[in-house]
């Protein structure tokens, strides 16, 4: 009976997860699957999946007029490696702060660097725009990078703070035994034992950088335009080439789920610590 | 334990000049917004949607030809045309200058305060050549701040396949004709009719396919003091034909976002009919997108009460107030409308002329078949009732549309509640 309650058992989790991969992968495999199929084939009802309907055509169609794609991507790697770099050499120093240091009004300083993640983006789009016009940054990746940082800053600060209120306090006072000052501390020894978090953190930023849209449209013109821009270039009001649409995309996320892929168990380590312990 | 290294002077310095280095950097990746040598920028949607000569593939030589002759550099600057709106707005609303040329798709209204109203300077031969009716979208409080560019109407169309096999040889004219042969096109997991009613707003929205049979029945939207007028007979016929079609209706129809979702299924064979712009024309004949090369013809839109109708799609050039050059700028758009331009517009990109003598080319109408049946339908009432609150009105009436075609609601009901709802809209024009 328990042997067969245990089967019973182990067949639920293997289901489950299997209906879990499906669920994860299956818009990947969507994407990958109709960068290759015709247009024809794409808009069939259901979808043409027949051999005859393969092709590479929507690639090369994507390569052969690729100078905005590639451009696109230069600027969103451009953006989001100085963005998540800026928002960790930023966002740590006020994370170990927060978490650490006496402040005054700390929790009060906390809050409002996560409500100024609260406003939408429609509110400070205008305003955004007449200061990056008058300062000419209009149109230039100095202005997306600055745009992301205060968006990401905060989230940083955030995910950083709940690890570094983890690390056991044995260690720093140890360190302040020996000698150390509070940024001694935190540079050599909390630092480098916070690796996985700060990974986690900067893959998330980074993300999020490369991810966005709407700034992106407002804030920039043919120069400074990143990738999501260029994908959604190949929908149109009256026409939607799709399979040009899915091959561009799957360039574009190319680089991410490389990173992700090589830095999967740092990732999910920096995630757990910095979520759980906060 | 060691002793932990202290951060001394030295490091501190040698971190300020990290910083300070970064700094001269990091302003290497930006570079002056406008560039001051451009003379003229257009703001346009990307082909295959409306876009000027040397952003589509037309007209190309003769575009440097201009811009040599009249010492112009012209740059332009293209989004997706979903974005367009968005983008636009924002930039006017800052009051910088950004666009000396940009385009318009029933938004004239709304933006008038920014644009130049240029349409009375352009030339009497080319005004004259123009179908007067086209200034209505384009013109508030009596002026004209854009001049249309590409005779954009929605038409019928439909698969010539599909009809003779539901035994029908020509098109329906009517109403009563409408619902019968899409009654009887409706079989072996085909449709009869298919339209995009899943977002209501804007022209292309289910509140602008609803001003078509409101024309056709002989209503209007607005009395002349600007009330609403469509809480009438008219206006519940209307949507009682567009719920009358349901049934016959391809049924991701409600859900459908966009225009080219409905076209999707049109060209995929599984629809005998739809009303769409003559853009639709090329897409639907070329084998690399399309099953039904061959079987597509086109035909007015059929004739309710009142007779046929439609709406303009109002695909527009303006000149911002911003501009430093709205003469050069107004030669560039008389550029766009020259003759010779408008011809290759749209034997090459598929986007009908708006000059008369253009649309009457034995060429272009050799080349776009539908051309004729666009002509013919612009002699019929075809007005898309824009104003500056067009976004919030087509919100309200094409969300009550939307319910009523659900079944969620009786038409009259949709109609009295589209009614209240847009005559609060109206009450703030002041």
Known sequence: ?278 | MNRLPFIDRRSLIKTAASGAAAALVLPSLSRPSWADETALSVFSPLPPDPAPPGAAKFSEEAFAAWQKANSAKVTYDMVAWPQLHDKMATAFASGEHVWDVVYMSGWVPELAKFLVPFAKNLPKELIDDLPKSSFSTVTWDGQSSGVVFTLSLLTLFYNTELLQKAGFTAPPKTWDELKNVAKECTRDGNYGWVLNYGDPAGIGGTASYWMCFLQQAGGKLYNEDGSPAFNSDAGILALQMMMDLMPYSDPGSISYVGINDATNVMTAGKAAMMMNWPFMWKSANDPASSKIVGKLAGALLPAGPAGSASIDGTDAWTITKTSKNPELATKLIEFYLDKDVQKRQAIDTGWLPIRLSVLSDPDVQKALPNAAVVLEQANHPYDSYVTPDYNEVTVALGTEINKALAGKSSAKDAIAEAANLVAAIVKKRG
């Open chain 1, 1 to 278: 009976m328990a042997a067969r309650q245990s089967i019973l058992g182990r067949a639920g989790i293997v289901l489950a997860l299997v209906v879990f991969v499906f669920a994860a992968t299956g818009p990947i495999v969507w994407l990958l699957l109709s960068s290759v199929l015709q247009q024809q084939a794409l808009t069939s009802i259901p979808p043409d999946l027949s051999p005859s309907s393969f092709t590479l055509a929507n690639y090369l169609e994507v390569f052969s007029s690729a100078a905005q794609l590639g451009r696109a991507i230069i600027n969103s790697l451009i953006v989001a490696t100085f963005t998540t770099a800026l928002a960790i050499i930023l966002g740590a120093p006020a994370a170990y702060a927060l978490a650490r240091l006496e402040i005054k009004h700390a929790g009060t300083i906390l809050l409002m660097v996560l409500a100024a993640q609260m406003f939408p983006a429609i509110v400070i789009a205008i305003p955004l725009f007449i200061t990056a016009s008058k300062l000419g940054l209009i149109d230039t990746k100095l202005l997306l990078i600055l745009v992301y940082l205060s968006f990401n800053l905060p989230i940083v600060i955030w995910v950083l703070r709940g690890f570094f209120m983890g690390l056991p306090l044995g260690l720093e006072r140890a360190a302040r035994v020996d000698g150390a000052s509070p940024l001694q501390t935190f540079l050599r020894i909390v630092l480098p034992i916070s690796l996985p978090s700060l990974f986690a953190a900067a893959i998330f930023a980074f993300i999020e950088a490369w991810n966005e849209f709407f700034f992106a449209l407002i804030m920039t013109r043919q120069t400074a335009q990143t990738v999501p821009l260029a994908i959604s270039a190949f929908a149109g009001q009256y026409q939607t080439m799709f399979g040009q649409m899915m091959a561009a995309a799957a360039i574009s996320v190319a680089p991410i789920i490389l990173l992700t892929i090589l830095l999967r168990n740092t990732i999910l380590r920096g995630f757990a610590d910095g979520m759980l312990k906060g």
